[in-house]
């Protein structure tokens, strides 16, 4: 992972006002100056909600789009200015996958993943021979000769993914290639892509309103809003230590491990201690750490909420526990906890603490 195989550069893309006369509106800055350098070998990952300008990003970047001001580079070659005939071998060197799979309805998979083959010329035989390899690839070598009318959603996107894959690309663009499916399908979907990324050496970007997309298999992640991106960084850190209100969202609607006010108010009916959440990362606090330090100060401490999961394949959540024992143990434990990871006091049912979760 050395050199940009993609990169905007104050990358703008505006619409023309829609409506006419004196109806007629601004026009839409769909991409805001995006500066963004994409590396080679990366699982890269573009996340944000509906309108943010996600789909714009990944049309300059294959040049369905040009930019309004700044650059797109790909692979060493700006986009900027380029005539159809000079974009036709870059775009060759981009697979792309969408998430209504866009597959010839008349045709059978493999003449769908032959497609792009015929297009580029591929002698008859040499493309047979592609595209079984692909179809295995893919796990699909069964369905050859089928319509893909008779397939699942999730075989499917396995044609996608052959048929773009193709003609080699060095760049894989999935633009919510699994906001179709269901998580089952997804995640089978998403290991797909991670075999692409690391047995084929792709780059893969995936484009998405899905944050269990980013949490499985992106290396590196953009959050996007209202053209910009507002924040960048490996996708561990910037998701287990969220900076701004739109990451912050995706992460409180993902994870669910805290709990809400409500959800609070029914552990208070039912646990009387003094509750407590406490951070489980790979930086601060693992799980054994929290009892080791609860034992440590002779206190009980009932797990009554929460959750372990992974995020970028390394362990991230948070545990919500009753803790009960005499006062003075249990602010011992608790400036224990506070020592080793990030600790929000809900206090007592009697005795609520003024600070709460702000997720
Ligand atoms: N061809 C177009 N003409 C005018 N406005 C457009 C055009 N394409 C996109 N937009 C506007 O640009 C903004 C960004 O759209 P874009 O589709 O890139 O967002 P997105 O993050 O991909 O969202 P979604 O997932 O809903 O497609 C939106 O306000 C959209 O209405």
Sequence with gaps: MSHPLLSFRDAVKEFPARGRGRRRGAPVRAVDGV????????????????????????RLANALETTTAGSVVVDGTDLTGLSEAQLRPVRAGIGMIFQQFNLLASRTVAGNVAYPLEVAGWPRADRDARVRELLDFVGIGDKADVHPARLSGGQKQRVGIARALATSPRLLLADEATSALDPETTADVLALLQRVNRELGITVVVITHEMEVVRSICHR???????????????????????????????ASALRDVPSSAVLARLRERH???????????????????????????????????????????????????????????HAAL?????????????TAT?????GSDR
Excluded: C, W
Aim: no cysteine; proline share 4%; aromatic share 6%.
């Design 35 to 58: 500066t963004l350098d994409i590396d080679a070998g990366e699982v890269f990952g573009v996340i944000g909600y509906s309108g943010a300008g996600k789909s714009t990003l990944v």
């Design 335 to 347: 400036d224990g906890l506070r020592a080793a990871t990030t600790v929000v006091d809900h206090g």
């Design 221 to 251: 992640v953009a959050v996007m809003e209202a053209g910009r991106v507002v924040e960048l960084g490996d996708a561990y850190r910037v998701f287990s230590a969220p900076e701004h209100p739109v990451t912050r969202r995706f992460v």
């Design 351 to 355: 005795r609520p603490a003024a600070e």
């Design 272 to 330: 009387p201690g003094r509750i407590v959440t406490a951070r489980i990362d790979e930086v601060s606090g693992s799980s054994a750490q929290v009892t080791r330090v609860l034992a440590e100060h002779g206190v009980d401490g009932t797990i009554v909420f929460g959750g372990i999961t992974e995020l970028a394949e390394r362990p991230y959540g948070s545990l919500t526990v009753e803790l009960v024992g005499h006062d003075a143990a249990v």
